[in-house]
């Protein structure tokens, strides 16, 4: 208890971090282990937000995925940076995609300066916010090899690793587990899995970049809450690895169901008016309404009266002046009948809406 | 401005007082119009835009009881391994969690805090400080005192803007404050705090050199820490902090009031704090549960005006997402079964703990230290600011000889705006020290100075 009321170390209670280092050993086995270190955060975005605070200056240049978590936005938007915006699909981010909005720089032009140019890729490779999509192993690699080309830093957010559908097994695997160059920052949650109330994540790199982080730490939060650091650690020493893999299964199993009723649902109600892709993870449904340019009027103006309410799909948009098509569900929280009604209101609303704008 | 102080508080506690000063506020009209904060802002906060689930909200005025709500990231709770726990106090009183306050704790809260601790703190600094603006004052739970800081100084900063601090100045936001670039104006402090005339000259300097012809180079802010400053253990009289607050108004800049150690103040009668004195919306204010109840949770709050509060809250929405809901909860269910009173009784007892370390630190600094050092009475907080006459510069003294006789001390280079330069001065703490271990320590402090004031003399 003593622990849990005192100051701690800036990068983490000691126990703790052992305990993750372990678990990162096991599930990602990073090349250069021994050039890598690991800081507990008040959870996965505080790290992030560290780390881009870390590179970015006012006006520089940021690649990201697109559509783009909300929060990153958020983070990144006081910069006023200038995106790079790649656009993704049903897989995720597209390697083509992606090579294609760098293609105005040569590599070799731009691999070695300090300023002015693209230093940073962020993406959230599995059961993306909002698209609920994976990037798949092959596509992982091309990526890689393309921030390989022209040196940029990584920053793999991950909060849904653990809510991935399927075998740990057969999770394709971490930008870390291939960062043989040691580009690569990754960003891990327990809020999905444990407690996001208890507000507790974790940041594995390369040392000099961590170090920055714990710098920064030291003159702001200090460090993440103690008495969570305790209870998490504990957890571990009672659960073991595989004691807490198991319970993430038992998490995904959960979001599962939830998946099946939503799809259910969507089948019901929105074939014919949406297109959406099945989600691999997570809790979101990104969907698109193809007869609606804009989905951002529909939804804050009219939505209510339906009693239903999603968000706009230009809430992720890095240019937030672009018209946007989609809108994101999220099925963590909602029960299978009030989906039902959900997804009912939502088609009236759809339908409503294109008769408005046949009008 | 007129305000009557008058008719202290006596809160009559266990045969001891803790006086509150009751603030007179003579009459409303006397309050000066609204304040132009936009000028305060940086870039950094002048573009910083509310989030999407902000915006969202405000749409959702009168939500009906039907509304289907599938717009939320948040996660299912049920699948939270935690269930209810019950913690011991140390007098014996349980605080017990039951599932539905455990799965509180366990979730995403509010950004601004966890709303009954917020009451809480509603109330307890309308208590205390009665703030004379209170209906446009907003309080954000922090993570720790200092997050809400450092998040002003973000919003606040821009390279080359103008910032007051106090000589000595708590070495901890210089980390923050120095990456973003300010130049700095320090002035000196006596027994009474910050010197109120070297203020007046330097902020008239400024004005004179800068002020006048370069209107971007604002004059932003000044830091202080009024209470038991750490590292120099002062607090300002009550004098000194309303001629500084009638400067702030003059030359138009807002006061970043840092009182972690409120509490921890020896006299019985509390300077009014620059909050209570607050009537033109100047003060963003910094409390923190981190020397009465627990450092390691992270629990702080700010108090100030609307408009800068919530830039901060934005702030916090893109970081770190509002502080641990478990660590809020417990502060809150202590305060539910304290009161303000049984709280108030605490930091007392926390308070009179601290004055006994402090008075056997100076017994053990008189009877060692007379001839080497010399020191003011703390008047609060934990520490005892020494100066070696005979010594120019501390660090090396400290760091490289100190510590091989296993005593380290904090070399007070840190605490100035000129790190670069040697100093006098050193800080010892004496919160976690028993009254033996601190006669011992500056047993062999004492050794340590001779030592080093013979090695000067050999190096001569």
Known sequence: ???CLQYGPTAGYPPLVKKLKSLTERLHAPPRWADTDLIVTAGSQDGLCKALEMMIEPGDFVVTQEPCYTGTLSILNPFEPRYVAVKCDHEGMNPKALKEA?????PEEIRDVKTGVPKVLYINPNACNPTGVSVGEKRRREIYDIASEYNLIILEDDPYYFVQFGNLKDFPPSFLSMDTEGRVLRFDSFSKVLSSGLRLGYVTGPKPLVERIV?????????????????????FEMWGEDGFLKHTEAVQEFYLKQREAMLEAAEKHLTGLCEWAVPTGGMFLWLKVPGVSETWEMILNRALKKDVILVPGRAFMCDPTTPCSYMRAAFSIVTPEKMEKGLKNLSDLIREELELQKA | MVLGV????????NDTALSLPRIRLVSAPLLRGRMDYSRFLSTNAKTRKPSWITQLRSYLANPSSDILWLAGGHPDASLFPFKETTITLKNGQEIHLNQDLMATSLQYGPIEGHTPLL???????????????????RQLVTVGGQDGMAKAFVMLTDPGDYVVVPEPCYAGIFSELTSLNPHYLPVEEDEEGMRSD?????????????????????????YTNPSGSNPSGTNMSEKRRREIYALACEYDFLIL???????????DDFPPSFLSLDTEGRV??????????????????????????????QHIMATVMGGSSLSQVLVTELFHMWGLEGFLRHVKEVRDMYRRRRDAALSAAEKHLTGLCEWRKPGGGMFLWLKVPKVKDTQAMLLERGTKKSILLVPGNGFTTRPELPCQYMRASYSTVLPEEMDKAFQILAEVIRDEIQLNNEVK
């Open chain 1, 215 to 235: 710098l920064h730490k030291q003159v702001s939060i200090l460090h993440a809450s103690s008495m969570s650091q305790v209870l998490i650690s504990e957890l």
């Open chain 2, 119 to 137: 009451k809480y703190l509603a109330d307890l600094t309308q208590k205390l400080h009665s703030p004379p603006r209170w209906s446009e004052t």
């Open chain 2, 284 to 313: 963003l204010r910094f409390d923190s549960f981190s020397k009465t109840v627990s450092a390691g949770l992270r629990v702080g709050y700010v108090t100030g005006p609307e408009f800068l509060v919530e830039k901060i809250s």
């Open chain 1, 102 to 106: 760098l293609s105005q720089w040569k």
């Open chain 1, 1 to 3: 208890m003593t622990d």
């Open chain 2, 198 to 222: 070297l203020l007046r000259s330097a902020l008239a300097r400024w004005k004179s050199e800068i002020g006048e012809t370069h209107s971007e180079k604002r004059l932003k802010f000044m």
């Open chain 2, 257 to 267: 009031e840092d009182d972690a150690y409120y509490f921890l103040q020896f006299q």
């Open chain 2, 6 to 13: 008058e008719n202290k508080i006596k809160l009559d506690v």
